[in-house]
């Protein structure tokens, strides 16, 4: 079998398989009125789940040598400003890993 033949293949597979286990709880828990388990999830799942990814993109940040986390805290800022301004988390997500990209590339607070 030709190697980039099988490669996708295995995406499609897996791209099939990713799809179908999270799509899964929303087929088998849906009726009329909804599962008040996937209510709660719904709700509550989001901001969690951006919590955990915030504390852990900062858990290695060392406020007391220079730049202080400079970066990484600019970086937060404009992620928290563009997505109240806007309210759209993909723009606000983009744009604050540009600026951290581009701090780290050109050295803005090194």
Known sequence: MNDNIYL?????????????TRAFP????KGKGG???MDYIGRYMPPAVMT???????KNVDIF????????F???GITTA??????????SIFSATAFYMAALQYG???
């Not at 929303?26 to 828990?29: G, P, T, Y």
């Not at 040598?65 to 990484?72: I, K, L």
């Open 52 to 58: 955990i990814l915030v504390l852990y993109s900062m």
């Open 35 to 37: 599962h008040p388990l």
């Open 74 to 76: 600019i970086a937060l």
């Open 8 to 20: 996708l293949s295995i995406i499609a597979v897996m791209t099939v398989a990713t799809f179908a």
């Open 26 to 29: 929303f087929v088998a828990l």
């Open 108 to 110: 803005l607070f090194a």
């Open 82 to 91: 563009v997505h109240l301004w806007k309210e759209n988390s993909l723009l």
């Open 65 to 72: 040598n220079a730049p202080f986390g400079a970066n990484e």
